[in-house]
């Protein structure tokens, strides 16, 4: 990060930067990033530099430090702050098992593919699974995560915004700052693991005035969590059912279980129906 941001220095003097602009800031202001964003605020010296923070989702405590770094501050609020798009219809489905998810996904597109649809899983490992599985069904599907090459990720993205792929599979590498104009839908495979990790995922749907749905599949072990997803849907006015939010609310730490293979078995390459 350090040598990109010296090359910058190189080409545009960085103390005549009159706008400093930091996205998904939340994340940039986690411990790890801290060090990296205090010696860019540094170099950016200009005594009437504006600067700006953007976020879909932003906690207290990382509002508290941003304001060390800005001077009347103003905070502009699209919606109700730290909820889902109210553009989005959501809804929980259980699925009782791995094997009963893959069910649940194969009886969803085939009922209603309505692509593009964007579906997220826990890992980059679960992602290559659940590609495997629907590469050789009717779907024109794709595969993106970190341990692909650059190129081949780009090239991933491209075609499912041209409409040559119509299901892209995805870490949540692409949950945050990335646009897809016209996606109809973000299937949830695996449970997220925080609020605002699910905020962001929905958020790649009902996008600039655009209507999407969001589908969460769920199991048992997701199930002392859902009280929490429920609370995000009601806020962004979605039904929720009320048995769901009679359940006690758990703190939602890091929530990702081990989880048994995604793969359904097969004979001769092909996924059986």
């Given at each position: 990060?350090?040598s990109?941001f010296?090359?910058?220095?190189?080409c545009?003097?960085?103390?005549?930067?009159?706008?400093?602009?930091?996205?998904?800031?939340?994340?940039?202001?986690?411990?790890?990033?801290?060090?990296?964003?205090?010696?860019?605020?540094?170099?950016?010296?200009?005594?009437?530099?504006?600067?700006?923070?953007?976020?879909?989702?932003?906690?207290?405590?990382?509002?508290d430090?941003?304001r060390?770094?800005?001077?009347?501050?103003?905070?502009?609020i699209?919606?109700?702050?730290?909820?889902?798009?109210?553009?989005?219809?959501?809804?929980?489905?259980f699925?009782?098992?791995e094997?009963?998810?893959f069910?649940?996904l194969?009886?969803?597109?085939?009922?209603?593919?309505?692509?593009?649809?964007?579906?997220?899983?826990?890992?980059?490992?679960?992602?290559?699974?659940?590609?495997?599985?629907?590469?050789?069904?009717?779907?024109?599907?794709?595969?993106?995560?970190?341990?692909?090459?650059?190129?081949?990720?780009?090239?991933?993205?491209?075609?499912?915004?041209?409409?040559?792929?119509?299901?892209?599979?995805?870490?949540?590498?692409?949950?945050?700052?990335?646009?897809?104009?016209?996606?109809?839908?973000?299937?949830?495979?695996?449970f997220?693991?925080?609020?605002?990790?699910?905020?962001?995922?929905?958020?790649?749907?009902?996008?600039?005035?655009?209507?999407?749905?969001?589908i969460?599949?769920?199991?048992?072990e997701?199930?002392?969590?859902l009280r929490?997803?429920?609370?995000?849907?009601?806020q962004?006015?979605c039904?929720?059912?009320?048995?769901?939010?009679s359940?006690?609310?758990?703190?939602?730490?890091?929530?990702?279980?081990?989880?048994?293979?995604?793969?359904?078995?097969r004979n001769?390459?092909?996924?059986?129906?």
């Open positions: 990060m350090y990109g010296f090359f910058t220095y190189l545009f003097p960085l103390c005549r930067v009159e706008f400093l602009v930091l996205d998904e800031s939340d994340k940039l202001f986690e411990l790890g990033f801290v060090k990296q964003i205090d010696f860019v605020v540094k170099a950016c010296s200009n005594p009437s530099i504006i600067r700006s923070l953007f976020s879909a989702t932003l906690p207290d405590t990382v509002e430090l941003a060390t770094l800005m001077h009347d501050a103003v905070r502009i699209v919606g109700r702050k730290n909820t889902a798009s109210a553009s989005v219809k959501q809804k929980l489905v699925a009782g098992s094997e009963g998810k069910l649940a194969r009886q969803s597109f085939a009922e209603s593919l309505n692509p593009p649809v964007l579906i997220f899983v826990q890992s980059k490992e679960r992602a290559q699974e659940l590609y495997r599985e629907l590469l050789f069904t009717d779907l024109k599907v794709d595969v993106v995560h970190t341990d692909l090459p650059q190129a081949q990720r780009e090239n991933a993205v491209d075609n499912f915004r041209a409409g040559i792929t119509w299901v892209l599979i995805a870490t949540d590498v692409v949950a945050r700052g990335m646009d897809f104009k016209g996606l109809n839908c973000v299937i949830n495979y695996d997220p693991d925080s609020a605002s990790t699910y905020i962001h995922r929905v958020g790649r749907c009902g996008r600039a005035g655009r209507q999407g749905e969001a969460t599949l769920y199991t048992e997701d199930v002392p969590f929490n997803i429920g609370n995000v849907m009601m962004s006015g039904e929720v059912p009320s048995w769901i939010m359940m006690r609310k758990t703190k939602w730490k890091r929530h990702t279980p081990h989880r048994d293979s995604i793969s359904v078995g001769d390459g092909r996924v059986e129906d």
